[in-house]
């Protein structure tokens, strides 16, 4: 399995972002598909996740009702689009997998490397 993150970048605040995650080796119907964010100095923070072949969807109170998970099979790829974007947003962002139903969205069995997003401006 192999994750790899890109889409990271500078945006000033009320900026837009979108992730993305191209996967390989899994299929994600049968994963619980994560975003994981790790500011400065802190510790891990889950910020989205996407389960099964309904695409449900889960997010942080932190994060609700500005960012957007989605995946796109036929590429293989998660996205995280985000909206609204604050300077406590700033962090790497991972892509996280589980295979299985998620139980608490802290079980993962596979990682990407991270992409940054800072926002300041």
């Known amino acids: 399995v192999q994750l790899v993150e890109s889409g990271g970048g500078l945006v000033q605040p009320g900026g837009s972002l979108r992730l993305s995650c191209a996967a390989s080796?899994?299929?994600?119907?049968?994963?619980?598909m994560s975003w994981v964010r790790q500011a400065p100095g802190k510790g891990l923070e889950w910020v989205s996740g996407?389960?099964?072949?309904?695409?449900?969807?889960y997010y942080s109170d932190s994060v609700k009702g500005r960012f957007t998970i989605s995946t796109d099979n036929a590429k293989n790829t998660l996205y995280l689009q985000m909206n609204s974007l604050r300077p406590e947003d700033t962090a790497v962002y991972y892509c996280a997998a589980y295979k299985g139903a998620p139980l608490n969205w802290n079980e993962y069995d596979h990682w990407g490397r991270g992409t940054q997003v800072t926002v300041s401006s």
């Open positions: 080796g899994l299929t994600f119907h049968d994963h619980a």
């Open positions: 996407i389960y099964g072949y309904e695409k449900y969807t």
